[in-house]
């Protein structure tokens, strides 16, 4: 991060990691169904000249998320689980774009990223794709907001509708629907191609 430049606008691509889409007990194969959108707005982000930021669930292996959400061991530091999908590794190694891990359901508890957004203080245009839409989406996207806040940074945050998706997503459509629903109620816009 010592070399980047100061950006206006981000795009945040959360957990989009082979332990959610490929393989692992949260996977869900369904989830590779928003990766073409989001390689559309990844190059819309890199032609605008904003930063890419690759948020990767990269748990210690005792963490106690695991036992939180019932002894759920998934992306493990240094395993294939916590590497970004095949689809969008190209664009996670290109100039203007970061890597950050976080241990924990909220990018915005991820040290690096705080760092981030300490350092970027003209950036105030954030668009977030992803998933897990009812968990780790809607836990960033609130806390970011909140942060923004704290620090009087005005700022416009879109979630793109078209570009999150969560593993079981049928099952857990009401709390799908209720983590929109949040972000809503907290300014945060939902949003969608041609929308």
Do not use: W
């Not at 989001?38 to 890419?52: F, V």
């Not at 240094?78 to 890597?99: H, I, Q, R, W």
């Not at 003209?122 to 704290?150: E, H, K, P, R, S």
């Amino acid at each position: 991060m010592k070399n980047l430049k100061m950006y206006e606008g981000c795009l945040i691509v959360v957990d989009m990691v082979n332990g959610f889409v490929r393989e692992g007990v949260l996977h869900d194969p369904n989830i590779s169904k928003i990766i073409p959108r989001q390689i559309e707005l990844i190059k819309e982000a890199r032609h605008e000249g904003k930063l890419i930021v690759f948020i990767k669930d990269t748990h210690d292996k005792d963490a106690v998320e695991f036992e939180r959400f019932g002894n759920t061991k998934h992306c493990v530091e240094g395993n294939f689980e916590a590497d970004v999908v095949d689809e969008l590794k190209e664009y996670e190694k290109m100039e203007d774009t970061v890597s950050i891990p976080k241990n924990s359901t909220c990018f915005m508890e991820a040290p690096l990223f705080r760092e981030l957004m300490e350092r970027e203080i003209n950036m105030n245009d954030f668009d977030i794709v992803g998933c897990c839409t009812d968990i780790c989406v809607v836990n960033g996207a609130i806390a970011l907001a909140n942060y923004l806040d704290q620090n009087n940074r005005k700022h416009n945050i879109r979630v793109h509708e078209d570009a999150i998706a969560t593993y079981a997503e049928d099952d857990r459509r009401e709390y799908v629907e209720a983590a929109k629903l949040l972000m809503k109620q907290q300014g945060i816009n939902i949003v969608k191609k041609g929308r």
